[in-house]
């Protein structure tokens, strides 16, 4: 139905910014000193950073503290961005420090954050799950994971990071950040049942 014919190449167009190089211009902006750009970078990883920390530290009136701990790094010494990795992955791998570091102080068992979303979001037999539905059960299930493993898995589903990504902010070997997610689907595999599991 439909002939071949030959077409000549479109122009090139001019590639667009990416999210990644805005980022950077953002922190050479920091490293000016520019309020604006902290501004805006604070805008951008307070959410993602908040979603992080809750499954780190586990304890929500800890998590606004260490995220500022964290962002405040990046107002203080900026320069310490060498561009050998994206910017999200430097200033995730602060968070991760700064997050172990707090979850280590903490003398109190971690809260289960998550009671009130096994009791509220359990699938009946009748409701089919949308992504959503799937990230609260899989976040409620991650509540019994190590920290470690919890990072690994909140890396990979939540900010789509791949496991080279996910070892710079870890500061560990790939197959280390492999290993650990082997385990925590083996346990989350465990603690979820079919179709669940096989989102996986």
């Known amino acids: ?43 951008l990883y307070h959410p993602r950073l908040t979603r992080f920390l809750r499954n780190i530290v586990g304890r929500p009136s800890v998590v606004e503290e260490v995220l500022n701990d964290t962002l405040m790094v990046v107002w203080d010494q900026p320069e310490r961005y060498n561009g050998q990795s994206k910017v999200s992955t430097w200033i995730f791998a602060i968070a991760y420090r700064k997050g172990l570091n707090a979850r280590r ?30 990230q609260q059960v899989l976040l409620s299930a991650m509540s019994e994971l190590s920290a470690d493993h919890r990072a690994v898995v909140d890396l990979t589903y939540f900010h789509d990071m791949g496991y080279r990504e996910i070892a710079q902010i870890m500061d560990c070997p790939v197959d280390t950040v492999k290993t650990r997610m082997f385990h925590a689907r083996r ?3 465990g603690a979820l049942a079919g179709e669940l599991a096989d989102w996986l």
Not at 29 to 43: G, M, N, Q, V
Not at 112 to 132: H, N, Q, T, V, Y
């Open 1 to 43: 139905m439909f002939g071949r014919r030959s077409v000549a190449p479109e122009p090139r167009r001019a590639a667009q910014p990416s999210a990644a190089s805005d980022e950077t211009r953002l922190i050479a902006r920091i490293i000016e000193r520019d309020p604006r750009a902290f501004e805006d970078l604070y805008r």
């Open 187 to 189: 346990r989350l595999r």
């Open 105 to 134: 102080s903490q003398d109190e068992p971690m809260e289960d954050k998550l009671a009130d979303i096994r009791a509220s979001d359990e699938p009946g037999p009748d409701r089919p799950l949308d992504r959503s539905q799937l």
